[in-house]
């Protein structure tokens, strides 16, 4: 069974459907014995860091994901998720979880494309991703593949090696990072059709070394 971790920070319905649909099980839960007993985790989320670090140290779910990871279970983190497992983030100066050493951005003011136009942020829409490690969970995914992005800050971890893939927003910033049993993507993979589907069916079927 593959637990969604529930701390109040939105889309896990979306990515139970889209496991379902691939046809692996899945529970949505806040529950500490049933993410103990889980055979692997994912960790999403949308939504401030601030009040998320808030709902998981009230739920105790801080100590079961370190836990979690110390005991090599495998752990997918989606968006906000990608950027709490760190250990600081600039949004609401805000003490993460510090699974892996690093911190979390603000993408800067006056972002400029490649078609010398100011970008928005939040980054939000289609992007690629250039995968600089190879990893079992993005067997598949090819140079031209797009995902799904809303954010307005990124993970940026201490050590050039925990860094999976970067993706271009006027600035190349980590879009994938890991390291042993943890991997994270800043997309969301539950929203980014046939690719982000490849990665979730890759997860349910990884086994960390």
Not at 149 to 168: A, K, L, R
Request: proline share 5%; net charge negative.
């Amino acid at each position: 069974m593959i637990a969604i971790i529930d701390y109040s920070a939105g889309n896990l319905t979306s990515v139970e459907r889209a496991l379902r649909y691939i046809g692996f099980e899945s529970c949505i839960t806040n529950d500490i014995t049933k993410i103990k007993a889980s055979e692997r985790i994912i960790f999403p989320g949308v939504g401030a860091a601030g009040s998320a670090m808030d709902s998981l140290i009230q739920l105790g779910i801080d100590r079961a994901l370190k836990e979690a990871f110390s005991e090599g279970k495998p752990i997918l983190g989606i968006c906000l998720g990608s950027q709490i497992i760190l250990g600081h983030s600039e949004e609401n100066e805000t003490s993460c979880l510090g699974i892996i050493s690093g911190l979390v951005r603000a993408f800067p003011d006056g972002l400029i494309g490649k078609d010398k136009n100011k970008l928005k942020i939040p980054h939000m829409g289609w992007n690629q991703v250039e995968i600089v490690v190879d990893h079992p969970i993005l067997e598949g995914i090819k140079a031209d593949d797009e995902f799904y992005f809303v954010h307005g800050y990124y993970p940026n971890p201490d050590d050039s090696d925990h860094v999976i893939g970067f993706t271009e927003y006027g600035i190349q910033f980590p879009s994938v990072i890991g390291s042993k049993n943890l991997l994270a993507t800043q997309f969301h993979l539950e929203k980014s059709g046939r690719p982000g589907l490849k990665m979730l069916k890759n997860f349910s079927e990884w086994q960390p070394c």
